[in-house]
């Protein structure tokens, strides 16, 4: 027989602790997949930062139950595409599989990086996330658009409107571009200098009204990011005058400008089709929790909820119905998703703020709250079904609180 404490679970759990360099200290602090009787601890090869970052799924509470698709992916993971000029990477149905609505890029441009005039088939979405950026774009009836933007402000151009975006001075900016199409991806954008390149130069030059000598020099391919001189520091100063005008809805929202809703646990603000009247595709919220604080359990009935998540840690359980739940733990850089009418809540499982963006293929924002749904409800029928006293019900809420 084995020595008390040294069977061969225990010193393969001890081999396990040596080779990857862990202290006995350390060792006791990690986690494990055991809960009262349930489970066993891991005696084979792991990744304890891995398991750090999501202690809800090594150890998943009681709740939780039946076959659920993943719900989280991290920009950390995906492809960096590196130019002079800055990077870009993107989490999209491929990433995601289950995310079929919504997609999303993340690119950094230098001062003066230029991610090349383009257009795509779907509509776009950004945030900014820091810095500053010139954006331009011209509408089907020829109204031209610029401006700049800085952290927190939205763009939104909508599907085949052709459109750039520069870095501007000092450190150029970092932004995030969301798309109502899971397959959407940066690969299938319609490019100025691909177009050129795949255009024969004398049917070009005519159709331009110069001389074929002028495109000697076009690229042999999509540029995609490059390094330009920063563009004038007055907006005025780069404005192209047009008889017709700008483009009649601005494409531009200065998001925190707008007042947040103050609720006991954090603030929203939302921007859809009744405040941002262009976006029609693309309804978000900007969701801050302070510590101690979450976004109450809700549902959205009309669209798939997309969440990227901007700083502090969170945790999410969701609710699919036929007795199947799942928790996820989310870090900044982190998308979320949640299927239509799938019940959710968003707790700030940090010492920080927690600030998400949630976004919907959709016009508007609506969401659902349980706790109002309840206390407008009779209470004689919601005491039939949870057997909560009557008591306790009357001191439900009856305004919605997103955040608690």
């Known amino acids: 027989m084995n020595p008390p404490g040294n069977s061969p679970t225990r010193r393969t759990l001890l081999a396990s602790v040596a080779a990857l360099g862990l202290t006995a200290a350390s060792a006791q602090e990690m986690s494990e997949p055991v809960m009262n009787s349930n489970g066993a601890p891991i005696a084979g090869p792991r990744n304890p930062e891995r398991e750090q970052e999501n202690p809800d799924i090594l ?8 076959s659920m698709p993943n719900l989280r992916f991290s920009f950390a993971d995906a492809h960096m595409k590196m130019r002079e000029g800055g990077w870009s990477r993107e989490v999209t149905q491929r990433e ?27 509509a776009e979405w950004s945030f900014m996330l820091a810095g500053r950026a010139r954006i331009t774009a011209v509408d089907n009836d020829g109204h031209n658009f610029i401006a700049d933007v800085g952290p927190g402000d939205l763009w ?34 319609f490019a100025i200098t691909d177009l050129f390149t795949h255009n024969d130069r004398s049917t070009l030059a005519k159709n331009l009204g110069i001389g074929i000598n002028a495109l000697d020099r076009i690229p042999k391919e999509e540029l995609f990011i490059f390094q330009a001189e920063p563009p004038p520091q007055n907006l005025s100063a780069d404005a192209v005058r047009n008889r017709l005008g700008e483009v009649p809805s601005d494409m531009v929202f200065r998001l925190m400008q707008q007042p947040a809703t103050q609720y006991p646990g954090g603030n929203v ?3 859809d089709t009744r405040n941002f009247p262009i976006s029609t ?24 909820e997309w969440q990227y998540y901007i700083s502090g840690k969170a945790r999410m359980t969701v609710f699919a119905a036929e007795a199947r739940a799942r928790t996820f733990d989310y870090r900044a ?72």
Not at 59 to 66: A, I, Y
Not at 107 to 117: D, I, P
Not at 168 to 187: I, V
């Open 59 to 66: 150890r998943p509470p009681s709740t939780d139950h039946g």
């Open 96 to 122: 995601l599989p289950i995310s079929t609505t919504m997609a999303g890029v993340n690119m950094r441009l230098t001062s003066g990086g230029v991610r090349e005039l383009h257009w795509h088939k779907q």
């Open 156 to 189: 939104y151009f909508p599907a085949g409107i052709p459109h750039s975006i520069q870095g501007l001075p000092d450190d150029g900016c970092e932004f995030l571009l969301a798309f109502p199409d899971g397959e959407f991806s940066e690969d299938s954008t």
């Open 269 to 271: 603000r939302i921007a």
């Open 281 to 304: 595709d693309v309804a978000a919220a900007l969701v801050e929790v302070n510590p101690g604080h979450m976004r109450e359990l809700h549902w959205h009935p009309n669209a798939d």
């Open 333 to 404: 850089g982190d998308v979320g998703y949640v299927p239509m009418s799938m019940s959710h809540f968003v707790e700030n499982a940090g010492s920080e703020p927690l600030r998400f963006l949630e976004l919907f293929k959709a016009p508007r924002f609506m969401d659902v709250s349980l706790a109002q749904w309840m206390a407008l409800t009779p209470p004689e029928l919601v005491h039939a079904h949870l057997k909560i006293d009557r008591a306790v019900l009357d001191q439900l809420r009856k305004d919605k609180q997103p955040v608690v």
